[in-house]
């Protein structure tokens, strides 16, 4: 019996976290009027859709087609994606989006608890995804500075404010994996933006 309510309190106390994981809300763009669902996610307000302000140069619609803008955003340069969000807001740093990463379990396991679940943005193999953070990360690939757009479905890539060693660092998803790396990546590249309120 004892045991029984042991497990009864572990298991209230996990849904409580988790409800509080999934308080949201909504923002307005006052640029462009457009309205971005909103989560808090541990001590951090993040925006629960990418970036989809259109700044007219250095930015485009993943896979070069704009019905894919309403739910992806746009992809940025990293030159365009630092200084993009709008006031309130700014691009994470490493910092934060390792202080999210930890709160989520860790980089092993924190992506399938930010990526959207089901395979509507997301390939065949969506490995154990359950958006249980609210986050909802879709696979919108990338655009590299030829022009060529490509991993739309099999990788979701946002931009971090921290300058790498030959470009800059950028966090990333993939829907056969439940891992959320990090990596250096050309400025130059198009890549989503996810925008995190100022504390």
């Not at 309130?88 to 396991?109: I, K, R, S, V």
């Not at 879709?138 to 931009?159: L, Q």
Request: some cysteine; aromatic content about 14%; charged content about 15%.
């Amino acid at each position: 019996m004892k045991n029984k309510s042991l497990l009864m309190t572990i298991a209230i106390l996990l849904i409580a976290t988790y409800s509080e994981a999934q308080v949201t809300g909504v923002f307005t763009d006052s640029r462009d009027g457009k309205t971005y669902k909103t989560v808090i996610i541990g001590t951090q307000t993040w925006m629960a859709q990418n970036l989809a302000y259109n700044t007219g140069s250095d930015c485009w619609a993943p896979e070069n087609n704009a019905n894919h803008v309403s739910t992806h955003g746009y992809l940025y340069t990293w030159e365009k994606a630092i200084k993009i969000c709008p006031s309130g807001w700014h691009l994470p740093c490493d910092a934060e989006w390792t202080t999210l990463a930890n709160y989520l379990g860790g980089w092993q396991f924190a992506g399938r608890k930010l990526k959207e679940a089901g395979t509507t943005h997301w390939g065949p193999q969506n490995l154990e995804a359950t958006n249980e953070s609210g986050f909802t990360a879709i696979g919108s690939g990338k655009r590299d500075f030829k022009g060529m757009f490509y991993d739309a479905m099999s990788y979701g890539n946002w931009w971090s404010a921290t300058q790498g060693g030959f470009g800059a660092h950028y966090w990333i998803l993939y829907y056969q994996s439940s891992t959320f790396n990090t990596g250096d990546l050309s400025k130059l590249m198009g890549i989503s933006v996810r925008c995190i309120m100022v504390k």
